[in-house]
């Protein structure tokens, strides 16, 4: 591929401004929607995400608090209090979630919680969110496998006769700052040590020689040992998927900013230039970087929104040079074009051309919710936001 193309600033905000206004008009209907209806919000080929047949409840929800951090990004920036109040309705279920219902989640208690009670704790200081918060770190700690230093990444802790079992997967990066947080709350500092070990395991055998990324790791359950590589979402075990790769930019980049350790941003920085290098002219990312040679080109912007995330978080710690905030820049004025955004109100999706997994290897063009999040998380720390939800 040739090198990414360099592209001016965003004039005067003007293109940032107008994708803000459309985040936050449908995110005004979208969180009284899911409200009315607690449900997993994910994907959808035409962006109408209620349509997605999974229940709140389910092991496979890790999605439903992107609307929710859409909705207290909106309150922050208009202070209109539908937005929290429709948010709040929500709270009985996310309750429910780590109470009676915890032995059915997975990893994602980060992408859930850091998005629904840290923000809300964040925002209003009421002590009921920050024990909502806290009971799920303490769910997510729970994940942990000592032998092996990961945080399992799907299926019951309980369940150990399936293809899960030793498995961590480079998603789980996004979810330890849910476990930084609650470690300086609390000063309880085994949340704190659950997050360096994972985040130690991550840089040792996730992170290839060429900064590209596994998407999955094995270790042996009992032993602990490594097993090797695996993959889910991107082409094949040895590929380089673009989202994945987001992922451990950003978790990296926040790692240094809750531990200070060197290590975590030099990865940060590696992983971010070689990302950069493979962008080509549409700017947006493929789906995989190792796509075979005359496959279908699909982008993928959801990976692109995640992307922009994590290099503003290289510059929020002084670690981007300008290549990263070039690519920044022309990342997120690319998301912010006509052929990226849908500004038809009927459609609850806000950000077009994301892929989603369809079968190992296979992916297809979606609306996805974590891309709308993303874009909006982008937007809002673009124009002034200072803290974010991690």
Same mark, same amino acid.
């Given at each position: 591929m040739t090198p990414a193309v360099v592209t001016p600033p965003v004039a005067a905000n003007a293109s940032l401004r107008r994708a803000l206004d459309l985040c936050l008009a449908k995110t005004r209907r979208n969180i009284e929607a899911l409200a009315e209806r607690p449900a997993t919000w994910a994907f959808a080929v035409d962006g109408h995400y209620p349509e997605w047949n999974e229940g709140f409840y389910e092991i496979g929800n890790w999605t439903s608090s992107f609307i929710t951090g859409m909705a207290l990004l909106a309150w922050r920036e208009t202070e209109d209090e539908h937005f929290i109040r429709q948010v709040e309705r929500l709270e009985p279920w996310y309750a429910a979630k780590v109470g009676e219902h915890a032995e059915e989640t997975m990893h994602d208690l980060g992408f859930l919680y850091s998005l629904y009670s840290v923000a809300l704790y964040k925002?209003?200081? +009421?002590? $009921?969110? =920050? %024990?909502?918060? #806290? &009971?799920?770190a303490e769910v997510l700690a729970g994940r942990f496998v000592p032998k092996g230093g990961y945080i399992r990444a799907w299926g019951r802790m309980d369940d150990v006769a399936n293809d899960y079992e030793g498995l961590a997967i480079i998603d789980c990066m996004m979810n330890l700052?849910?476990?930084?947080w609650a470690a300086e709350e609390t000063g309880d500092l085994r949340f704190k040590e659950i997050a360096v070990r994972h985040s130690d395991m991550t840089l =040792?055998?996730? /992170?290839?020689?060429? !900064?590209?990324?596994?998407?999955?790791? $094995?270790?042996d359950p009992v032993l602990g040992s490594p097993a090797g590589g695996d993959n889910y979402c991107g082409r094949s075990i040895d590929s380089h998927w673009a =989202?994945?790769?987001a992922w451990a930019i950003y978790g990296f980049a926040m790692g240094y900013r809750y531990t200070g350790n060197s290590d975590y941003l030099g990865a940060a920085v590696r992983v971010a230039r070689r990302f950069i290098s493979l962008l080509d002219e549409e700017v947006v990312p493929v789906w995989d970087f190792r796509m075979e040679k005359?496959?279908? /080109?699909?982008? !993928?912007?959801?990976?692109a929104a995640v992307a922009v995330c994590a290099f503003q978080e290289l510059e929020a710690v002084g670690a981007a040079d300008e290549g990263i905030s070039a690519a920044k820049r022309a990342l997120l004025e690319r998301l912010c074009s006509e052929d990226y955004l849908d500004h038809d109100l009927a /459609? %609850?999706?806000? #950000? &077009?051309?994301?892929?989603?997994? !369809?079968g190992v290897g296979k992916a297809k063009s979606a609306y996805t919710s974590w891309g !709308?999040?993303?874009?909006? +998380?982008? #937007?809002? =720390? %673009?124009?002034?936001? &200072? +803290?974010?939800?991690?």
């Open positions: 925002l209003t200081g +009421e002590a $009921r969110h =920050r %024990e909502m918060g #806290l &009971k799920a700052p849910l476990l930084y =040792r055998w996730f /992170v290839r020689a060429d !900064d590209s990324v596994y998407h999955a790791y $094995r270790f =989202r994945g790769t005359g496959a279908p /080109v699909i982008c !993928d912007s959801s990976a /459609v %609850e999706g806000v #950000l &077009k051309h994301g892929q989603v997994g !369809d !709308d999040y993303y874009l909006m +998380e982008a #937007l809002a =720390r %673009e124009m002034g936001m &200072k +803290e974010t939800w991690w």
